[in-house]
């Protein structure tokens, strides 16, 4: 072979190769997805053999240990496309759950439905709202969760404020909250392929706009933050009503679930033993409280005589078991104050 010949062999040769490696480029970058790449896959589950899976996440506060997966999500596999139930915590999280809902099947995910607005929820719905057409369904009251509106409920625009510090990168300035398409007050069904998936609202318990969604016929219940197992909830907000909270816990055995997944914690096939945590420690709290409140004492004085030694080492206890106290000890003077002639 003249050596021009071979010359133009390798100089094409290597021009395919660049080129190869830039066609490739675009690929990584998309595997890697538009946000900041997480470190720790996500755990997904199964619903027995049913298309009903569910992602399991760490019971902690939302931190750069978790890169803020604390929140379990679900999605189920119709036959007409996919439904989602909440998204995450980060933009991160919801393109890592998308991912996994395409590996497998490529049927378009047709709607996400939220449990209830609150950021490790929903900080995730971005991923889906820029790159699938999928539509979000959440109660009315998720409109009030509004980034310009510091009276609503966790307040959105200071919540975001201190996940961008405490979920860098996950969390940036890109980060925003994404808004329902689809609301509604009391019931609403929606039936897509073989499945029918009924959201109930539920609240305000945990949150103003608490939902609970019933896929049928398998009658799997995904609960949101209504069921949190192992965790010691947040309840340090204005929308907090723990009085109907244990009202919507009674909803869930109600139901008659064959399988319960909870917004945080370990799911159960034992609709009781799902509730049983939160219930338990509502009522406690509550319980162990309410002599202190009858006798018009000062919630320093009342915080400090109660024994929380059953609580005191789980995840979360520090960051909201407090708060939770001081948000029940002013609910059970307001009922109190009711109940007054
Ligand atoms: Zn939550």
């Known amino acids: ?74 999605f189920v596999i119709t036959s007409d496309g996919v439904v989602v139930f909440d998204a995450l915590g980060t933009p991160s999280l919801g393109w890592a759950l998308l991912r996994e809902i395409r590996k497998l099947t490529d049927k378009p995910v047709k709607y996400v439905v939220v449990s209830h607005y609150h950021a490790d929820h929903i ?8 790159h699938t057409s999928a539509l979000i369904v959440a109660h009315e009251r998720a409109l009030e969760y509004d980034e310009n509106d510091e009276t609503a409920d966790e307040k959105a625009s200071e919540r975001l404020r201190q996940r961008r510090a405490a979920l860098s990168p996950w969390v940036d300035r890109n980060t925003r909250i994404v808004k329902p398409d689809i609301v509604f007050k009391e019931r609403m069904t929606i039936s897509l392929g073989e499945k029918r998936f009924v959201l109930r609202s539920a ?41 109907s909270w244990l009202r919507a816990c009674e909803e869930v055995t109600a139901a008659r679930p064959s399988f319960v997944i909870p917004g945080h914690g370990m799911p159960s096939a034992v609709a009781k033993q799902a509730i049983d945590f939160t219930r338990t420690y509502i009522n406690y709290v509550r319980n162990s409280l309410r002599p202190a409140v009858a006798g018009w004492l000062d919630f320093e004085q009342a915080y400090k005589d109660v024994d929380w030694s059953s609580y005191q080492s789980l995840p979360a206890f520090g960051d909201n078991n407090r708060g939770n106290a001081y948000r029940i000890f002013l609910e059970l003077e307001r009922e109190q104050l009711r109940g007054a002639p």
Request: charged share 15%.
């Open 1 to 74: 072979m003249p050596i021009l010949v071979i010359r133009q062999t390798v100089a094409l040769l290597a021009m395919a190769l660049v080129q190869a490696a830039l066609l490739a480029a675009p690929v990584r970058a998309q595997d890697a997805g538009p946000y900041a790449p997480t470190s720790i896959p996500l755990r997904i589950e199964k619903v027995g053999e049913q298309p009903i899976h569910f992602s399991i996440a760490s019971t902690g506060v939302p931190g750069s240990v978790n890169e803020g997966n604390t929140s379990n999500a679900g």
């Open 203 to 243: 609240g305000p318990a945990h949150a103003a706009s608490d939902i609970l969604m019933l896929v049928e016929p398998d009658r799997v219940l995904f609960a949101g933050d209504i069921v949190q197992n192992g965790r010691i909830p947040f309840m340090n907000s204005d929308d907090v009503d723990t009085a």
């Open 123 to 130: 900080y995730g719905l971005q991923a889906f709202k820029d």
